[in-house]
């Protein structure tokens, strides 16, 4: 009977990351066709019906280009960082909540926070194995902002913790049938997205791809296949980010289709304001984790654990 799980888990989890990898790559035709929009030009629109090819044609030219690489580089660090970025994003799946023989566990929270540290190292190693000060500059850029924002991030999940009381994203769901924690707690809903944002490296904190002094960032010395895996693992954090904010405060409710259409508009809302705002600057970024949110969050924290404490000591 423990094998049969076992295979079933195994063809699941393989079922549920190709879905992703699909929705990724309708993810970046929605992405292009909004900004076209946004910009007021029409987006890709020749390959297949309304452009709906393109990602596929993408892919193709991306893995089939020639692959080059730096001759000073650290060869084997430089081409496997890649490969984890995309393997530790696709891993952070794991966690999502489904009854069936999915892994629905009870600490999914701090499964997907040790996750989303270590695919720091992956970028980290990306930009320095390179051996090009660019892609060095890049990644320490990202990485100062991707470990800035983990704390803040973390700290206003342990406040909705706090509220739920238990680490399964499941748990979420089931607190929010009457009402969303959007309405309850409006400031650290609005704070938990745009640490999403600064977590992910999107507008309006895509420091590392600061163009006008860093070129690209620390994957500016990739081409082919592993740009395309970074570009990949990029999307799919961004999918798995807009599933988190769903879960934890728009009630997401995974046996209904409205899950799928909330999951689509937080989707649109990484790509609507890529189309509106312009890049921060990057002491501000720092100014606004440490000095902004980072105490809001401990206040929300400490509010909420009274909160708690105060409700128990009532009911007992």
Known sequence: MF?????????????????????????????????????????????????????????IKLFTKEQTYPLMSNFLMYYMSPVFNLFLSLMLWMCMPFLTVLFNFNLGVLYFLCCSSLSVYTIMIAGWSSNSNYAFLGGLRSVAQTISYEVSLSLILLSFLYLIMGLNIYEFMKYQELVWFIFLCLPLCMMLLVSSLAETNR???????????????FNVEYSSGG????????????????ML????????????????????????????????????????????????????????????LGLKLYLFSVLV
């Open 3 to 59: 094998m049969i799980d076992l295979v079933m888990l195994l063809i699941i989890s393989l079922i549920l990351v190709v879905c992703v990898l699909v929705g990724v790559a309708f993810l970046t035709l929605m992405e292009r066709k909004v900004l076209g929009y946004i910009q007021i030009r029409k987006g890709p629109n020749k390959v297949g019906y309304l452009g709906i090819l393109q990602p596929f044609s993408d892919a």
């Open 203 to 217: 507008t309006p904190f895509d420091f590392a791809e600061g163009e006008s002094e860093l070129v690209s960032g």
């Open 227 to 242: 740009f395309a895996l970074i570009f990949l693992a990029e999307y799919s954090s961004i999918l798995f980010m807009s």
């Open 245 to 304: 904010c769903v879960m934890i405060f728009l009630g997401g409710n995974v046996f209904d289709f409205s899950f799928f259409v909330k999951l689509t508009f937080m989707s649109f809302v990484w790509v609507w304001v890529r189309g509106t705002l312009p890049r921060y600057r990057y002491d501000k970024l720092m100014y606004l984790c440490w000095k902004s949110f980072l105490p809001v969050a401990l206040n929300f924290l400490i509010f909420f």
